[in-house]
């Protein structure tokens, strides 16, 4: 076989949420920050082909990420990732996270030491702490301390085609999100009503981002909002997410970035002080353990530091090649499957 290119990735999902990690064979990523390799890998040609290689078919699918792992630039880290999804490469995810500590604990690339490792992530939102409980050449959980998180504004009015007049709430939480109560779009956040949740949650990205113009202040390489997340409470305190994206599929865990700027918005409400923790579930019922460890600020505003806990877990190795003959080699989607944002790609 004469491959033209291969990479080698560990195939791990964090509560259902496929996050596949590259260990071998990434090409080196221009850029002296993690945000400015991001930065390249959104605008540059040659990135968006090594982006459109992983994350297409034939050799990738509408669901799941892939995280390149990279040379650390901190020098408290042990390794950073840039995540790697069909619309563009992201600064930050939980579950990926979740994904990247148990490959690198699990396939022996950082040394695993029991009953608990800790692993310094450095991602282009800034450094994450992984704190993971280790047992039997196992690594069982992970607790993430996420970057800062805060709210850009409460209660945005957003009209719609659809439902009218609808209220969100735009904060980061490594990323941006539009965090929307599902009750005002007449759904409740389960399986059945996931392709309902995926139509509603496109629809609403395109308008918010074609009147609202977010940008990290000081991060300029995060910008616009990436996710909408539905949110609701259950009886118990519960709380029930489903985080949309693009071309429209439903995140399968609760959502370590989104519940981090949920996080956010509990903080500046009153409804959430450091030491409190919950349960966030997601729409396959898959539970993280959110908790509000520091608040702290960003460019002047109010910021919390949260943690997120959950479970990794390896399924399988993979390596991804490149025929030279092959004629797709920047990958193709189809409405049938991906779709119709699909005709976008």
């Known amino acids: 076989m004469r491959w033209k290119r291969t990479i080698q990735l560990l195939d791990v999902h964090a509560e259902g949420e496929i996050g596949r990690v590259a260990i071998g064979g990434v090409p080196k990523i221009p850029g002296d920050t993690i945000a400015a390799q991001l930065h390249w890998l959104n605008t540059d040609p040659k990135g968006g082909e090594l982006r459109r290689f ?17 040379p650390a630039r901190h020098p408290e880290a042990d390794a950073a990732f840039i995540i790697l999804q069909p619309d563009q490469a992201h600064a930050s995810s939980g579950s990926n996270s979740i994904c990247v500590t148990t490959a690198l604990l699990e396939s022996g690339i950082v040394e695993m030491k029991e009953p608990e490792t800790i692993v310094t992530l450095e991602t282009a939102a800034g450094l994450v702490k992984a704190t993971a409980t280790c047992r039997d050449g196992r690594c069982e959980k992970v607790k993430l301390t996420m970057v800062p998180s805060f709210v850009h504004e409460l209660d945005v009015g957003i009209d719609t085609p659809h439902w009218g007049r609808i209220k969100a ?32 949650g496109m629809i609403l990205k395109e308008l918010i981002n074609r009147d609202i113009k977010v940008v990290h202040p000081e991060i ?57 923790t919950f349960t966030s579930k997601s729409i396959i019922g898959s539970e993280f353990e959110v908790g509000l460890q520091a608040v702290t600020e960003v460019a002047g505003r109010p910021a919390v530091i949260p943690t997120i806990t959950g479970r990794g877990f390896t399924f399988g190795l ?28």
């Open 54 to 70: 992983l994350c297409l078919e034939p050799r990738g699918a509408p669901i799941g990420s892939v995280n390149l792992l990279l």
């Open 169 to 200: 709430d735009i904060c980061y939480g490594g990323i941006f999100y539009a965090l929307v109560d599902v009750g005002q779009i007449g759904l409740t956040i389960e399986k059945a009503n996931a392709a309902g949740l995926v139509q509603a």
């Open 220 to 276: 300029p390489a995060i910008s616009g909002v990436a996710y909408v997340m539905f949110r609701d409470t259950e009886a118990d305190g519960t709380v029930r997410t489903c985080t949309t994206m693009w071309p429209g599929r439903a995140d399968r865990s609760p959502c370590g970035t989104g519940n981090s700027a949920n996080l956010a918005t509990l903080y500046a409400r009153g409804k959430a002080k450091v030491g409190d």
């Open 318 to 345: 993979t390596q991804v090649a490149l025929d030279p003959f092959d004629p797709h080699p920047n990958g193709f989607a189809l409405t049938d499957v991906w779709g119709p944002s699909a005709g976008e790609i």
